[in-house]
Nanobody
Framework: QVQLVESGGGLVQAAGSLRLSCKVSGGTFWSYTMSWFRQAPGKEREFVAGISRNGDVTKYEDSVKSRFTISRDNRNYILYLQMNSLKPEDTAVYYC?????????????????WGQGTQVTVSS
């Protein structure tokens, strides 16, 4: 059973930065397309960024393009999300997710494994 554990969330001022990590265990990390999703209070969970199995393809939600960078370390089974120029509207619980689909998926229904989430709060 694949397990995903996020870390790196916290409270940061607007324009600040955070780096989220997602440690994967119990499976072959490089077999999975990986993504970050987020859920703000009162809103549905949404796709943020995704990365292909070998890291050569990335996809971003429009509002985070040029501010967030997704990457992966296939040797150490870690997924990252570098978040710069944070805005109050980025406040949410951030989840990492794993999919066996070959291409990067934005539909959360395509993801079979999820972490427990890490809270990111951006103050104005």
């Amino acid at each position: 059973q694949v397990q995903l554990v996020e870390s790196g969330g916290g409270l940061v001022q607007a324009a600040g930065s955070l780096r989220l990590s997602c440690k994967v265990s119990g499976g072959t990390f490089w077999s999975y397309t990986m993504s970050w999703f987020r859920q703000a209070p009162g809103k549905e969970r949404e796709f943020v960024a995704g990365i292909s199995r070998n890291g050569d393809v990335t996809k971003y939600e429009d509002s985070v393009k040029s501010r967030f960078t997704i990457s992966r370390d296939n040797r150490n089974y870690i997924l990252y999300l570098q978040m710069n120029s944070l805005k109050p509207e980025d406040t949410a619980v951030y989840y990492c997710a794993a999919s066996l689909m070959y291409s990067v998926q934005t539909d959360q229904q395509r993801y079979s494994n999820w972490g427990q989430g890490t809270q990111v709060t951006v103050s104005s």
